[in-house]
């Protein structure tokens, strides 16, 4: 074996299943090997990662950098550094930017704006009433997965219809490719909230009130049976209700490729948090009673709840801060915080480090087209590793956060276990806690690993496009 260009040396390394003390071996940006302490070669490098740990890093497959449209809120550059600095190695960017990601022209245009990434990407596609024309040529030039916003949200992009949703998913199925759903039934919601607005319900609790875990069930029931009569392969981003992990249940039970996920802020706030946080913690779907949070951690636990994501969403502060809660902008930054929240409940025992790293990691890996390249700690897999401090000890600020978004509900926390160095590809992006700027423009796109098997079609005679193809009887 040739000489590595690094050593991680002495460091825990740990997986979804076990953790054990090893060095590991990086060459030109795959792990060349794991073996005992002493054992490997030596190396132009080491990193001495004694009393330390050795995680894939985390990919968030739920980000939203607002490059084109929105860059006062974030860029690819600032997200990606936040990124670097919160231990994740890979992002999976949201379509509704301005214009959203609809064609292949405006994918074109936000793979050149992603030249300034620190670390890997995917890029999403949008599924909308209105471009079900471009979802092939989305599909060949190379998204990752695709997006449907079922319930409003920013951008304002309508949802579509039922119908619209069926044609896509029977056109995206034999890709692949999984479709992300942001589950929430548009008509509910926006009859609540304007019957709400009428009543003069301004407070933050009307947010709750306006979007019941009703509309989240309905909209994860409906999309499941589209996707077991299309064969289509399905997330349910940032589930945060008791309520909907019923139809989830029920659809894994039946052999629906369904995926669900869900953020720190649904398993770490609650409905209480509300007066203290005022609309700083307003987010679709929103934070919602302690229950649901409860029950979201034993989800997680029993697998019903396959990944953490962290939906991402900068703001300025001047638009997170608003006395009439519709009038705050929804959602906050988390791609730079979620590592160091999660670690933090394994220091409190809340869960392992094994656990994290199969929702963080693994998981996410195996069920977006990622394994075996990326989530392991593995020869022959990328170097995308986070080098972790479980008895460091730091304070949440936000005006420390590298995201323009300066503003988080979980300002002042205190957090114990912090991703001290970020690799991605064997390239430092993050080292002792500083940005390694030299290092923008590191990142690329993912489209060349993909490792998803074809998925069982189902009705495939039966298809719009089929039908459509069907002569008339005489």
């Given at each position: 074996?040739?000489?590595?260009?690094?050593?991680?040396?002495g460091?825990?390394?740990?997986?979804?299943?076990?953790s054990?003390?090893?060095?590991?071996?990086?060459?030109?940006?795959?792990?060349?090997?794991?073996?005992?302490?002493?054992s490997?070669p030596?190396?132009?490098?080491?990193?001495?990662?004694?009393?330390?740990?050795?995680?894939?890093?985390?990919?968030?497959?739920?980000?939203?950098?607002?490059?084109?449209g929105?860059?006062?809120?974030?860029?690819?550059?600032t997200?990606?550094?936040?990124?670097?600095?919160?231990?994740?190695t890979t992002?999976?960017?949201?379509?509704?930017?301005?214009?959203?990601?609809?064609?292949?022209?405006?994918?074109?245009?936000?793979?050149?704006?992603?030249?300034?990434?620190?670390?890997?990407?995917?890029?999403?596609?949008?599924?909308?009433?209105?471009?079900?024309?471009?979802?092939q040529?989305?599909?060949?030039?190379?998204?990752?997965?695709?997006?449907?916003?079922?319930?409003?949200?920013?951008?304002?992009?309508?949802?579509?219809?039922?119908?619209?949703?069926?044609?896509?998913?029977?056109?995206?199925?034999?890709?692949g490719?999984?479709?992300?759903?942001?589950?929430?039934?548009?008509?509910?919601?926006?009859?609540?909230?304007?019957?709400?607005?009428?009543?003069?319900?301004?407070?933050?609790?009307?947010?709750?009130?306006?979007?019941?875990?009703?509309?989240?069930?309905?909209?994860?029931?409906?999309a499941?049976?589209?996707?077991?009569?299309?064969?289509?392969?399905?997330h349910?981003?940032?589930?945060?209700?008791?309520?909907?992990?019923?139809?989830?249940?029920?659809?894994?039970?039946r052999?629906?490729?369904?995926?669900?996920?869900?953020?720190?802020?649904?398993?770490?706030?609650?409905?209480?948090?509300?007066a203290?946080?005022?609309?700083v913690?307003?987010?679709?779907?929103?934070?919602?009673?302690?229950?649901?949070?409860?029950?979201?951690w034993?989800?997680?636990?029993?697998?019903?709840?396959?990944?953490?994501?962290?939906?991402?969403a900068?703001?300025?502060?001047?638009e997170?801060?608003?006395?009439?809660?519709?009038?705050?902008?929804?959602?906050?930054?988390?791609?730079?915080?979620?590592?160091?929240?999660?670690?933090?409940?394994?220091?409190?025992?809340?869960?392992?480090?094994?656990?994290?790293v199969?929702?963080?990691?693994?998981?996410?890996?195996?069920?977006?087209?990622?394994?075996?390249?990326?989530g392991?700690?593995?020869?022959?897999?990328?170097?995308?590793?986070?080098?972790?401090?479980?008895?460091?000890?730091?304070?949440?600020?936000?005006?420390?956060?590298?995201?323009?978004?300066?503003?988080?509900?979980f300002?002042?926390?205190?957090?114990?276990?912090v991703?001290?160095?970020?690799?991605?590809?064997?390239?430092?992006?993050?080292?002792?806690?500083?940005?390694?700027?030299?290092?923008?423009?590191?990142?690329?796109?993912?489209?060349?690993?993909?490792?998803?098997?074809?998925?069982?079609?189902?009705?495939?005679?039966?298809?719009l496009?089929?039908?459509?193809?069907?002569?008339?009887?005489?």
């Amino acid at each position: 074996m040739s000489g590595p260009d690094l050593l991680i040396q002495g460091g825990t390394v740990v997986s979804g299943s076990t953790s054990f003390v090893a060095d590991v071996a990086v060459k030109d940006g795959l792990i060349q090997a794991v073996g005992a302490p002493g054992s490997l070669p030596e190396a132009r490098e080491t990193l001495d990662a004694t009393g330390l740990f050795v995680l894939p890093g985390a990919i968030d497959v739920h980000v939203h950098f607002r490059e084109p449209g929105y860059t006062h809120k974030e860029d690819w550059e600032t997200g990606t550094a936040a990124a670097a600095m919160g231990g994740t190695t890979t992002v999976f960017e949201m379509p509704n930017t301005h214009p959203p990601t609809r064609s292949l022209a405006e994918l074109r245009d936000k793979q050149a704006a992603a030249r300034k990434a620190y670390v890997d990407f995917g890029i999403y596609g949008l599924l909308a009433e209105d471009n079900i024309g471009e979802l092939q040529g989305l599909i060949d030039g190379g998204v990752n997965a695709f997006k449907c916003f079922m319930g409003n949200t920013f951008g304002n992009l309508p949802s579509p219809s039922t119908g619209a949703m069926l044609e896509g998913f029977e056109i995206i199925a034999p890709s692949g490719l999984r479709i992300s759903l942001h589950a929430e039934t548009a008509s509910i919601m926006a009859w609540r909230q304007q019957r709400l607005i009428a009543a003069g319900r301004n407070d933050p609790l009307a947010h709750i009130a306006a979007r019941p875990a009703v509309v989240a069930a309905e909209a994860v029931a409906r999309a499941a049976i589209l996707a077991e009569w299309t064969g289509a392969r399905v997330h349910v981003l940032h589930i945060s209700s008791a309520l909907e992990l019923g139809p989830l249940r029920d659809a894994k039970a039946r052999g629906v490729d369904i995926t669900g996920g869900t953020c720190p802020c649904y398993l770490l706030l609650d409905s209480s948090d509300y007066a203290r946080l005022g609309s700083v913690i307003r987010v679709n779907p929103p934070v919602r009673e302690a229950a649901d949070s409860e029950a979201i951690w034993a989800a997680l636990k029993d697998g019903t709840v396959d990944l953490i994501e962290t939906d991402h969403a900068p703001h300025s502060p001047e638009e997170k801060t608003k006395a009439v809660i519709w009038e705050a902008d929804c959602g906050f930054p988390g791609v730079e915080t979620q590592m160091p929240l999660m670690l933090n409940q394994v220091s409190r025992g809340r869960l392992s480090l094994q656990d994290y790293v199969r929702f963080s990691a693994e998981q996410p890996a195996k069920r977006f087209g990622l394994w075996p390249a990326k989530g392991r700690i593995e020869a022959g897999a990328h170097a995308d590793i986070a080098v972790v401090d479980m008895a460091r000890t730091e304070t949440i600020r936000a005006a420390a956060l590298h995201s323009r978004g300066k503003v988080t509900p979980f300002e002042g926390e205190s957090v114990t276990g912090v991703p001290v160095h970020t690799l991605v590809r064997g390239r430092f992006v993050q080292r002792d806690r500083r940005l390694v700027s030299e290092a923008r423009g590191h990142g690329r796109q993912v489209t060349d690993i993909q490792r998803m098997p074809p998925p069982v079609l189902n009705h495939a005679d039966q298809t719009l496009a089929s039908v459509l193809r069907t002569p008339t009887p005489s």
